[in-house]
């Protein structure tokens, strides 16, 4: 099984709002990642976890905060979000962050719009 | 750092045709070569990858070449079906951890097929 879960499948929210997107895998991964994917651009890297703790972050403003409360889950906390901010936000996961031929395998992604 | 390029944008077969796109890569210290196809609406799907210990990989319709000295590889798909359209990503990484480790990835390729 290489299946990465995510939800809400889609989320409109207004740039007071404070939501959560949430990202599951059973695989035993110990790497999960989020990218930021806009319309007929290719997935643009965020943030890396590797083993439940944050090993990357691509500069990434800090209304985006992500959380990893266990090897299983993956979250991302939103805050005060602009409408450039719109996009697919993709999961994905590994079973390291760095080794030789490490695959990752993404979930279905959240459509995010903000209003 | 690395860099991805990956032609042509755009493409159009009849169904029944072979499909090839092409992705350059400037790092030679690259060694591992993903393929993603995503689908409207949906997260990529790794369909091939390859590995710089092997310059040739196939599993039914598809194949991957890898040229270490050119520095490219390639997605053949054979006997199109109206099902393979979407748009297919390519991606090069490094192994080793940090950033080294981030799957870089080409612009992508639109693919479609003609019934």
């Known amino acids: 099984d290489t299946e990465v879960t995510q939800t809400p499948k889609h989320l409109v929210m207004g740039m007071t709002n404070k939501k959560s997107l949430k990202c599951e895998q059973h695989m035993g991964h110990r790497a999960m990642y989020w990218y930021k994917q806009k319309a007929k651009k290719p997935p643009e890297l965020m943030f890396v976890?590797?083993?439940?703790?944050?090993?990357i972050n691509e500069s990434v403003p800090s209304r985006f905060s992500p959380e990893c409360p266990n090897s299983s889950l993956l979250n991302l906390h939103l805050h005060a979000l602009q409408p450039e901010d719109s996009a697919l936000y993709l999961c994905a996961s590994s079973q390291g962050s760095g080794s030789f031929g490490e695959t990752q395998y993404f979930g279905p992604g959240t459509r995010l719009l903000v209003l | 750092g690395e860099n991805v390029e990956q032609h042509p944008s755009t493409l159009s077969v009849q169904e029944g045709d072979s499909a090839v796109i092409k992705c350059t890569y400037s790092d030679s210290a690259s060694n591992y070569f993903p393929w993603y196809k995503q689908e409207l609406g949906k997260g990529p799907q790794l369909i091939i990858d390859?590995?710089?210990?092997?310059g040739e990989k196939k599993d039914q319709r598809i194949a991957v070449t890898l040229n270490k000295t050119a520095k490219h590889f390639s997605l053949h798909i054979t006997e199109t079906q109206p099902e393979d359209s979407a748009v297919y990503f390519c991606?090069?990484?490094?192994?080793?951890?940090?950033?080294?480790?981030?799957?870089?990835f080409g612009k992508g390729t639109k693919l479609s097929v003609k019934p």
């Open positions: 976890y590797s083993y439940e703790k944050l090993s």
């Open positions: 390859i590995r710089s210990n092997v």
């Open positions: 991606a090069a990484r490094k192994g080793g951890g940090g950033s080294q480790g981030n799957l870089i």
